[in-house]
């Protein structure tokens, strides 16, 4: 299972577009995806705070993490970087080890010549939590919000595509780690 983790908190953000359509894709490159929703509701991270028992919505987010074989992140760009809430998410997932060595990418919704700050962000951060990035998947599939069609979901079929192509090539990578796992 791929878990789908949107940056933004914005209520029908293109972000959430790309991850909500990468829903409905997923069967189609046989894979099962499951959204994480519980941004807005994880508290500030406190290093005093990341200790047994964890507060719950952090032990809900880091359970997730533990049961996905991949993830899949969609996140704007604000003022150059990551949006608060989910630089928020990522601290809060460094002092455990479930993302570490996990299969990562991420999709960049952002317009042509935008997005760099927070995709290299990412990486920097991704990095402190030992996470496997898998470079072939992440991808720019700028969106523009006129595609966004009913139930907040992408009609541009060259975006589809891309997003199809981005969680098959996670979904490999996830394969070839349980496989090496298990070896």
């Not at 199809?164 to 090539?169: F, H, K, Q």
Request: aromatic share 4%; with cysteine.
């Amino acid at each position: 299972m791929i878990l789908l983790l949107s940056g933004s908190l914005r209520a029908g953000s293109t972000n959430e577009a790309v991850l909500r359509t990468a829903e409905v894709v997923a069967p189609s490159v046989k894979v099962r995806t499951f959204l994480y929703d519980g941004l807005a509701g994880l508290p500030h991270f406190n290093p005093d705070d990341d200790t047994d028992p964890l507060p719950p919505p952090v032990a809900a987010l880091r359970e997730a993490i533990d049961r996905a074989s991949g993830i899949l992140i969609c996140t704007p760009e604000y003022a150059g970087t990551l949006p608060g809430s989910f630089k928020n998410l990522l601290d809060w997932t460094v002092g455990g080890t479930e993302i570490c060595d996990k299969p990562t990418a991420w999709i960049s919704a952002a317009a042509p010549g935008r997005g760099h700050g927070a995709e290299a962000t990412l990486l920097t951060v991704l990095g402190y939590t030992g996470a496997d990035i898998v470079e072939p998947a992440c991808v720019k599939a700028p969106v523009d919000r006129g595609t966004v069609g009913e139930g907040g979901l992408i009609d541009d079929e060259e975006v589809r595509r891309q997003i199809g192509e981005a969680l098959g090539l996670l979904a490999a990578a996830a394969e070839r780690a349980a496989a090496a796992g298990q070896a």
